[in-house]
C-alpha cells in the first residue's frame, strides 16, 4: 500500500511537529529544509536541503506527492501557481496565501468581508501617515512593514509624521516593501482562534484562547482564555470561521486577535491582527490538550480526510514557550524537570541556543488554572537554565 504524500516546505519546529503525527497517520512526509541539521531535518527521513524560493527545489520536492503545504507563508505566490499548474495541490493555495504574506492586502480583503479590524490605511508618504496620526486619539499609531514581519519585527509605534521616513524610502525604491498603518488598539489582551478547514468545506474551531505576549513574542498560552464573555468567544469563532471560508483557506489557520472594551459596557469585542495559514504557537497547546492537535488537524485537512474532533482532554492547559536559556544544550535541564513535575509535557525544537530564540515550549493541563499555569511556568524557567525564583533572561532576538 501506497503511504500519501505530504510535502512540507520549511525545515523549523512546526514541520519537526508535524512528524509525529504524520507517523501517526501512516503519512510520509517530505519536508524541504533550509540546513541538513535543521529543526525538522533531525527526525525526518525524507529531508531534501533547499531554499523556499528555488523553483527547482520546490519541483523535486512534489515530485509524486499527493499535497503540497507549508510551514511558513514565505513562499513566491508565482512559483505556487506553477506547482499547482502542475497537478499537484497546494494547500492553501497562492490566492489564500498572499493574505498572511502581505498585510495590505490582507486588510483590503478583511475590510471587504466585513471583518472588524483595527482602523488601517497603506502609507506611501509622510503627510498620508500625518493625516492618519491627525486622527488618532491619543497622538500615535502603528507603523508595519507589509511583507516580511514576524514576532515583533517589522513594526514600530510613532508619534511624529517623520518617524517612519527610513521605512517611506525604502518602500520607495525598486523592490522595496510597501508599509501601512494601524490605530494603536485600545485592547485589554490578546486571543487567538484556531481553525481547520478542508477542501469539501468541513471547518474545526478549538476553543478560544489567550495568548500572553512580552517583546512581541507570544510567551504563554492559556486554553480556553480565561474569562471569556459568551458573545465574545461566539464573535472570535465566527470571525474565524468568516476567515477561513471567505480566504478559501485549507489547513490549520490561526486568527490572531485583540479583546477590546464594549465602550457602552457590553461583552468585549474582537479584532483581528494577525492570520498565519499553518500550525501557529497559539495552538501547540493542542498537542497534550486537546483529542486532535493542530499537527494531525492540518495533515487530515490538507489531504480532505475527515477533520479529528477537537474536544479539550483537561480543563485547563498552559503552554509556556522557552525563549533563550543559558544551558548549552536544553537537555541538561530534562532530569530536573521530569523529576520537578512529570506531568509537564516538553517539546524540544533540536535548535541551537541563542539569546531570545524560540527553543521549546511546555505543556501542563489540570483542573486548577492557577497551578497549572505555575507548573508550566517553573517547567520553562529550568529549560531556560534558572533556579526557582530567578527573574528570566532578556530577550534580545526573537525566531
Partial sequence: MNAPVVAVVGGGQLA????????????????????????????VVDAPVGAASDEDAITALVAGADVLTFEHEHVPGALLDRIAGSGVPVRPGAAAL???????VMRRRLTELGVPCPRWAPVTTREDLARFLAGS??????????????????????????????WLAAAARPGGVPVLVEEKV???????????????????TWPVVESVQRDGVCAEVVAPAPDLAEDTRAQALDVAVRVAEGLGVVGVLAVELFEVPDPDGGAPRVLVNELAMRPHNSGHWTIDGSVTSQFEQHLRAVLDLPLGD????????????????????????????????????????????RPG???????????????????????????????????????????
Avoid: C
Fill in 16 to 43: 519537526r511537529m508535524m512528524a509525529p503525527a504524520a507517523t501517526a497517520l501512516g503519512v510520509h512526509l517530505r519536508v524541504l529544509v533550509e540546513s541538513a541539521t535543521g529543526s525538522a531535518a533531525q527526525v
Fill in 98 to 104: 498572499v493574505h498572511a504574506q502581505d498585510k495590505i
Fill in 137 to 166: 486619539a491619543d497622538g500615535t499609531a502603528v507603523v508595519k512593514t507589509a511583507r516580511g514581519g514576524y514576532d515583533g519585527k517589522g513594526v514600530r509605534v510613532v508619534a511624529a509624521d517623520d518617524e517612519a521616513d527610513d
Fill in 186 to 204: 485600545p485592547f485589554t489582551r490578546e486571543l487567538a482562534a484556531l481553525v481547520a478547514r478542508r477542501p469539501s468545506g468541513e471547518v474545526r
Fill in 310 to 353: 477537537v474536544t479539550p482532554r483537561a480543563p485547563w492547559t498552559v503552554m509556556a514557550n522557552v525563549l533563550g536559556s543559558t544551558l548549552p544544550e536544553l537537555t541538561d535541564a530534562l532530569p530536573a524537570v521530569a523529576a520537578l513535575d512529570p506531568g509537564a509535557k516538553v517539546q524540544l525544537y533540536g535548535k541551537e541556543v
Fill in 357 to 399: 530564540r524560540k527553543l521549546a515550549h511546555v505543556n501542563v493541563s489540570g483542573d486548577d488554572l492557577a497551578q497549572v499555569r505555575a507548573r508550566a511556568l517553573a517547567a520553562a524557567a529550568l529549560l531556560r537554565g534558572e533556579q526557582p525564583g530567578q527573574d528570566g533572561p532578556t530577550r534580545t532576538d526573537g525566531e
